[in-house]
């Protein structure tokens, strides 16, 4: 079915962690969006057209704009649907403590028990994506302490949960915070649930706050194709951009060349045109000749930008 110029599209994988955050997020806020999935490895030939070259999932669309990284899905999600409001306090330095120290840690539970079964292609997959090699002897050495960290990074939720009394990390009412918080216990309580029960034990808030999470369900979710997802992006133009910060620490004007890679993994280099920067977003302009001018919206933190 044709996807409309204003549908929120998310690229995205059943398994993806970070896509979890962004479907419960539209959960959060009872959204109706299109599911267009994504294979889990590159190559991508549906999403690298929309995206100039980035290739992690999730990515989120909107017509001819393009929301890059789940932080920028995430923010723009809370700005087109402000009610219940979702980024509250917080939230944000919470979704990167999830992504990136708590992450890393699971990654470590998780393929130190997949252990020898992992796809010979998946390894060779990360291993590029990374720059790195994807050590699993070192990753199944490093379990044991690594589930010790697992827990304690899940004990700060049950603390903070036990101290505030209240039904969600922010409050009585779900925010980002907890959407957020929630990603790795949701990824190692999916892959291994003996493992993540075990390593939760005695945690008897979370195990409830486990369960509030899991009642805010996905909102409206209807497949589409990336076939469907490219001709959204060809048949619109894309919005109005925000207002330039003249304080951006990098200083480049609108028009200027840009590129912008992720900082971590991932970090193939996207060009274009600098259409706007914000304490919290990049807007770049790109002329594509499938597809026309694509809009591309980075997160601040966790990419790093230069003159192109
Ligand atoms: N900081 C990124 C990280 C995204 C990420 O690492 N996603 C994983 C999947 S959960 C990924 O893309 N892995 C490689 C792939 O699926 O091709 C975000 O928050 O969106």
Redesign the pocket.
């Known amino acids: 079915m044709t996807i409309g110029p204003d549908e929120i599209v998310l690229h995205h994988?059943d398994a993806?962690?970070?896509?979890e955050k962004v479907r419960a997020f539209l959960g959060l806020k009872g959204a109706a969006w299109r599911s267009v999935v994504t294979?889990?490895?590159?190559p991508?030939p549906d999403l690298t057209p929309l995206t100039g070259g980035y290739?992690?999932?999730?990515v989120m669309q909107i017509g001819a704009d393009i929301y890059i990284?789940?932080?920028m899905a995430l923010a723009e999600i809370e700005r087109r649907l402000p009610e219940p409001p979702g980024v509250v306090g917080p939230a944000f330095a919470i979704n990167l403590w999830s992504?990136r120290l708590w992450f890393q840690t699971t990654v470590a539970v998780v393929f130190g028990l997949i252990g020898d079964r992992i796809d010979p292609a998946f390894v060779a997959?990360?291993e590029k994506?990374s720059g790195r090699p994807f050590d699993v002897a070192a990753m199944k050495a490093a379990a044991t302490p690594m589930r010790a960290q697992w827990r304690g990074h899940a004990a700060w939720i049950e603390q903070a949960l036990t101290t505030a009394g209240t039904a969600f990390l922010l409050g009585e009412t779900p925010t980002l915070a907890d959407v957020c918080a929630h990603m790795n216990i949701w990824w190692l309580g999916g892959a291994f649930p003996a493992v993540a029960s075990e390593l939760l034990d005695g945690f008897d808030h979370l195990a409830v706050w486990r369960r509030r999470i899991a009642a805010l369900g996905y909102g409206l979710r209807s497949e589409a194709s990336g076939a469907e997802a490219l001709a959204a992006a060809r048949d619109a133009e894309p919005g109005p951009a925000p207002i330039h910060d003249p304080r951006d620490p990098l200083g480049l004007a609108p028009g200027a060349a840009v590129i912008v890679a992720?900082d971590?993994?991932?970090r193939d280099p996207i060009a274009g045109t600098l259409v706007a920067t914000t304490p919290d977003r990049l807007v770049m302009s790109r002329e594509t000749s499938e597809l026309g001018r694509i809009q591309l919206h980075f997160p601040r933190v966790?990419y790093v930008a230069h003159p192109g």
């Open positions: 994988y993806s962690p970070f896509s294979p889990n490895m590159a991508k290739r992690r999932a999730p990284d789940s932080q992504d997959d990360r994506l992720a971590d993994y991932g966790g």
